[in-house]
């Protein structure tokens, strides 16, 4: 019996964490660090957004990203209005500004986002390229 109380318990328990079903996620994908150099030479890149702060930009980014402060970002977004139907992927740090971004740029009709997995810590533990002042071979 306490076996049958506990069951119903752990179903009403994850019934009431469930997301309703016209509840939809945020539209974007993850693309690997891998998946993203090859995409970066090919002809129609995507716009790579870095959503750190100018000092974390200019010390190290991806090659050819632009940079919006996650802080600057809501005065800042209409600046990226013309890729609203392009691809962009949108990185920080560590995941937790560009999840940030990602949401507000959803909400506001942006349709192809994607987010970096690993973000700047896991590309540049993998050696990919980088631009900054502090990159290998520092602009």
């Known amino acids: 019996m306490k076996t049958v109380k506990a069951l119903?318990?752990?179903?009403f328990a994850c019934l009431?964490?469930?997301r309703p079903a016209d509840e939809?996620?945020?539209p974007y994908t993850s693309i690997s660090g891998a998946d993203l150099v090859l995409l970066l030479e090919a002809h129609d890149p995507p716009l790579l957004l870095d959503v750190r702060t100018a000092e974390e930009f200019e010390a190290s980014h991806i090659p050819t990203a632009i940079n919006i402060s996650h802080e600057l970002f809501p005065a800042r977004m209409t600046e990226l209005d013309r890729y609203k139907d392009e691809q962009i992927v949108?990185?920080?740090?560590?995941?937790?500004?560009?999840r940030l971004v990602q949401k507000q740029m959803a909400d506001?009709?942006?349709a192809?986002?994607?987010l970096l997995p690993g973000d700047m810590i896991e590309w540049t533990q993998k050696g990919y390229p980088l631009a900054g002042s502090q990159a290998p071979g520092g602009e």
């Open 16 to 18: 009431a964490c469930a």
């Open 8 to 11: 119903l318990l752990l179903l």
């Open 108 to 110: 506001a009709g942006f």
């Open 90 to 98: 949108i990185y920080c740090r560590s995941g937790r500004r560009a």
């Open 112 to 114: 192809k986002l994607a």
């Open 24 to 26: 939809e996620p945020a």
